[in-house]
T-cell receptor, first 111, second 113 residues
Framework: GDSVTQMEGPVTLSEEAFLTINCTYT??????LFWYVQYPGEGLQLLLK?????DKGSNKGFEATYRKETTSFHLEKGSVQVSDSAVYFC??????????FGKGTRLHILP | DVKVTQSSRYLVKRTGEKVFLECVQD?????MFWYRQDPGLGLRLIYF???????EKGDIPEGYSVSREKKERFSLILESASTNQTSMYLC????????????FGNGTRLTVT
């Protein structure tokens, strides 16, 4: 069945460092892809999305590009801040409308 | 902004108790979902509902039931709570079309002792 694999955390970076969180997927057809973020004590919020190959989603300085050839949707940010510390979830919407989440990657940003 | 409200942030219950987790959304969404979140396992879908009085099992429905008597409210019921149901429970809603994006509540952390 469809699945999402993302890099295990925790990921610890210094402020202003470059961030990459890897995400790959297995799915039938061409699913829509998402990144969600969960700040401490809160529910998940949609961070960005892409609905077709080569689309780039972006929000709050984060970007991810839908790569069909490598079945990937890696999350990147050029300069992270302490306030970016959170858990990040990669997800896909399958052909039968299920939302499938990865296991989440905890990000710690040190001042 | 869509608001999904879960009635409790923290709950502590005893083994064998019947537990109700309540969720209300204010955007007239047709779809509502209950997930549990556990370290290393991510989010797992327990049940979802796409209309009043309609429900479908998710990936881990055992030990749970749900109720949707009104469009805005979706309740998760633990018939007889057990320690392995200690977890973070997240409610979400979405409009009918495409079932996305999901809008989440802030979660209820349930501890069963």
């Amino acid at each position: 069945g469809d699945s999402v694999t993302q890099m295990e955390g925790p990921v610890t970076l210094s402020e202003e460092a470059f961030l990459t969180i890897n995400c790959t997927y297995t799915a039938t057809g061409y699913p829509s892809l998402f990144w969600y973020v969960q700040y401490p004590g809160e529910g998940l919020q949609l961070l960005l999305k892409a609905t077709k190959a080569d689309d780039k989603g972006s929000n709050k300085g984060f970007e991810a590009t839908y790569r069909k050839e490598t079945t990937s949707f890696h999350l990147e940010k050029g300069s992270v801040q302490v306030s970016d510390s959170a858990v990040y979830f990669c997800a896909l919407k399958s052909r039968d409308d299920k939302i499938i989440f990865g296991k989440g990657t905890r990000l710690h940003i040190l001042p | 902004d869509v608001k999904v409200t879960q009635s409790s942030r923290y709950l502590v219950k005893r083994t064998g108790e019947k537990v109700f987790l309540e969720c209300v959304q204010d955007m007239d969404h047709e779809n509502m979902f209950w997930y549990r979140q556990d370290p290393g396992l991510g989010l797992r879908l327990i049940y979802f509902s796409y209309d009043v009085k309609m429900k479908e099992k998710g990936d881990i429905p055992e030990g749970y039931s749900v109720s949707r008597e009104k469009k805005e409210r979706f309740s998760l019921i633990l018939e007889s709570a057990s320690t392995n149901q200690t977890s973070m429970y997240l409610c979400a809603s979405s409009p009918r079309t495409g079932r996305w994006p999901l809008h989440f509540g802030n979660g209820t952390r349930l501890t069963v002792t």
